[in-house]
């Protein structure tokens, strides 16, 4: 379907006087303006109408259908594979979906990775007028407009790094009704006492979608200020449903999102927190540098992102890579705007395969096929370890997340944790960042640490992690069991496992008073180093041998069965690494499906993107991800029907890419005669338009031409016949109910019809 001028062509000659002298609110005329978006090739999905509109347009248009305003999620998956190329949601998507379509709000948590912009973007399609989002990053805004743009959706983003030229085309694209999606960055909301905000009073807006929820809550992990003026949209537009959406909120964040959004009973969406197509591993911290350059050399085609700590280390680490030929770039607050620009660009264009960074890198970026992330310092806390580590494997494919651990990062981070002037917020990063230190110290399964830690349940054994790779042999630590389980005894039961272990290793710190040393227990553990001792309390606690309190200063304290071991009735054993496990790559997929693809294959199909990509000016990845070119080199799919079937391949990008990826596959199979392995894909076919055979007749005929993907203008000049004829042959399998009129009716025409009938 091609966006032009209203046009009646696609609507029966009969009914074109009842609208000729009307226009669509959603006219569409090719622009090319200063910001370079372009609506000449965008699509505009159904915009579906409820309630008594669909009888008005039932009564005096029986050609058009109301299946799709009737069914929403059929509406939405109908939009979900024309433009993303999927043929059904994961995790809450559909029940977000649903939710925002009934006009309802919604709170999304869903992990990195997890496909949270669908929840807002599908309806975004489905509904009449503009969505809003409100995203913090301009990085984010750019990378999530120009791959709706690539799938063929009218969308733009309004920030600070555009020009007044620039910002005027956008805000006329939105005020003329020619944009679906507008990204927006919270602080714009708030300028000029609110002024934007009032002229979206004009605007017909179908959603608010309010990015990275936790920035709203001074609990979360990354409070922005100026999201707080977010709590008056609710307010200003009470029909307008709200969804919010995070991937890493614990309950307190959670409850304090809800109530600063101001959110009208909304729907509670908690998607699970795992990522099996990611493993973690935990390192000592000995000569990082050289572990990282091995590591990358052996992952030598893949992208990575580092974290360091410092901005000049980011600067010294990258120059060891690049002095080790290893193509790297660094990113840090520290450098211009222009600077960083470049580096990131050439980052998801795939021209540098490693990002060396701080956590200023990261947040706006979807790249899809970055395999590894390398923490190369420790991270703040668990939420932070977790989304960073979120931005490997987002298409799903097998990933790794790799630690380097050492206590002295611990004693540099308390410092940063400190918030002069607010102790209760300083006790709860230090908190936090404690919680981090045990989770790299742990002797357990790691993926089961970060379910427990989100609130959510884990059998352990995940197969993914250094411990559960291991081999172990077992250790007996009965006696430091009971050293440990008497200190807490003498110390009353009255502090947290900071102060226990300084206690046992005979600190002469100032939070050791004169009385604790005193105890016969002070300095009986200075044989065992500060890590072991943490390790062997979260392995007590984790066996309820001890207990820890959920309070804001959690202490520890004593258990039934920890009176069992101070007695020597039960036997402590705890696994010692007989064989620790490295950074392995693991074959699997994140659902359970084994990947064997053609490894030649796949790497001719990224030279084929990397090429298209590099003429576009546009990451590879938003052409098609790793995943789909993986299907691609699983399945050897042969035929237009075949690709179609291939994750990912949405209606836009099959008609803009399908034939030169085809065309490749078949020259490759023929090479190696390599037969179609497609009907091995599992699920459901694609759903495919339905087709009439040709029977000789001059109806049928016409109706051939046009499914084949000719313009009503064309099948005329093919046939040699008027337009009004080749519309009544249409409108007669409309009227005989043998079609579903969607198939020749455009979303746009329809609802240029539905307006009419209203007006």
Not at 101 to 124: E, N, W
Not at 323 to 337: L, T
Not at 433 to 447: E, I, K, V
């Amino acid at each position: 379907m091609q966006c032009g001028t209203t046009s009646v062509h696609h609507i029966p000659t009969k009914y074109q006087s009842d609208i000729s002298h009307r226009q669509c609110s959603t006219t569409i005329t090719p622009i090319t303006n200063h910001s370079g978006l372009t609506t000449q090739d965008f699509f505009f999905p159904n915009l579906g109408t409820f309630g008594t509109k669909i009888e008005v347009v039932k009564k005096k248009y029986p050609f058009i259908t109301t299946q799709s305003s009737i069914n929403m999620i059929k509406q939405a998956l109908d939009i979900l594979q024309q433009y993303f190329g999927y043929t059904t949601f994961r995790f809450h998507q559909e029940k977000a979906v649903e939710q925002v379509l009934k006009g309802g709000d919604t709170f999304v948590l869903m992990p990195t990775g997890g496909g949270k912009s669908l929840c807002y973007q599908v309806p975004a399609l489905c509904l009449p007028g503009t969505a809003l989002v409100i995203s913090p990053l301009i990085a984010l805004m750019k990378d999530q407009v120009d791959a709706l743009k690539a799938n063929g959706v009218a969308a733009a983003y309004l920030n600070s790094s555009q020009t007044t030229a620039e910002q005027y085309d956008i805000m006329e694209h939105l005020q003329s009704g020619r944009l679906k999606l507008l990204y927006v960055a919270p602080e714009k909301l708030s300028a000029d006492n609110g002024a934007f905000l009032q002229s979206l009073k004009r605007i017909d807006i179908s959603l608010f979608a309010i990015d990275e929820a936790h920035c709203v809550s001074h609990w979360g992990h990354d409070f922005r200020p100026d999201y707080l003026f977010l709590n008056g949209l609710k307010m200003q537009f009470p029909t307008v449903p709200i969804i919010a959406l995070t991937a890493s909120a614990d309950d307190i964040t959670r409850q304090d999102i809800v109530k600063q959004l101001n959110l009208n009973n909304p729907s509670i969406l908690v998607s699970s927190f795992d990522r099996p197509n990611i493993s973690y591993f935990v390192q000592p911290k000995l000569d990082a540098a050289y572990s990282i350059i091995q590591y990358i050399q052996e992952h030598a085609n893949d992208s990575g992102i580092i974290y360091c700590l410092s901005r000049k280390g980011t600067e010294e680490l990258a120059e060891k890579l690049t002095q080790h030929q290893i193509s790297a770039r660094y990113y840090h607050a520290g450098m211009s705007s222009a600077e960083r620009a470049v580096a990131q660009d050439a980052f998801i264009k795939d021209k540098v395969r490693v990002m060396v960074a701080t956590i200023a890198f990261g947040m706006g970026i979807d790249k899809s096929n970055v395999r590894y992330v390398i923490h190369a310092d420790l991270p703040k806390n668990i939420e932070s370890y977790y989304q960073e580590t979120g931005r490997a494997g987002r298409d799903g494919l097998p990933s790794e997340a790799i630690l380097f651990f050492s206590g002295g990062d611990v004693q540099k981070m308390r410092r940063f944790a400190m918030v002069e002037g607010n102790e209760a917020q300083s006790e709860l990063m230090l908190k936090k960042l404690q919680q981090m230190a045990d989770f790299s110290t742990m002797r357990g399964c790691r993926r089961q640490y970060l379910m427990r830690y989100f609130g959510e349940q884990h059998p352990g054994q995940c197969k993914s992690c250094d411990y559960c790779l291991s081999s172990f042999d077992d250790e007996d630590v009965t006696i430091e069991a009971q050293k440990l389980l008497s200190g807490v005894f003498r110390l009353q039961e009255r502090y947290g496992k900071g102060i226990l272990v300084d206690f046992l290793r005979g600190s002469q710190g100032v939070k050791i008073t004169d009385a604790m040393r005193q105890l016969p227990t002070y300095g009986i553990g200075r044989d065992r180093s500060k890590e072991f001792w943490m390790g062997l309390i979260s392995d007590l606690v984790s066996r309820n041998l001890l207990a820890e309190t959920k309070a804001m200063y959690p202490v520890l304290q004593l258990t039934e069965a920890s009176r069992d071991v101070l007695y020597g009735k039960q036997q402590v054993m705890i696994p010692k690494f007989k064989e620790k496990a490295v950074a392995v790559r693991q074959d699997f997929a994140a659902y359970g499906e084994t990947i064997h693809s053609d490894e030649r294959l796949f790497e001719l199909l990224r030279q084929e993107r990397r090429s298209l990509a590099d003429g576009e000016n546009i990451p590879p990845y938003q052409i098609f991800s790793d995943a789909t070119l993986k299907e691609m080199a699983m399945y050897f799919p042969q035929m237009d029907d075949e690709l179609r079937r291939i994750s990912g391949m949405g209606v836009f990008k099959m008609e803009k890419y399908g034939a030169g990826f085809l065309r490749l596959i078949v020259q490759y199979c023929r090479e190696h005669g390599i037969s179609s392995q497609i009907s091995r894909k599992g699920g459901q076919p694609v759903r495919k338009e339905k087709t009439v055979q040709i029977k000789g007749d001059t109806t049928h005929k016409t109706l051939q031409l046009y499914l084949e993907g000719n313009m009503i203008p064309e099948v005329a000049e093919i046939r040699n016949l008027s337009i009004s004829t080749i519309e009544n042959h249409l409108a007669t399998f409309v009227a005989s109910g043998k079609l579903d009129s969607d198939i020749f009716v455009s979303d746009l025409k329809r609802e240029a019809v539905i307006q009419a009938v209203e007006e």
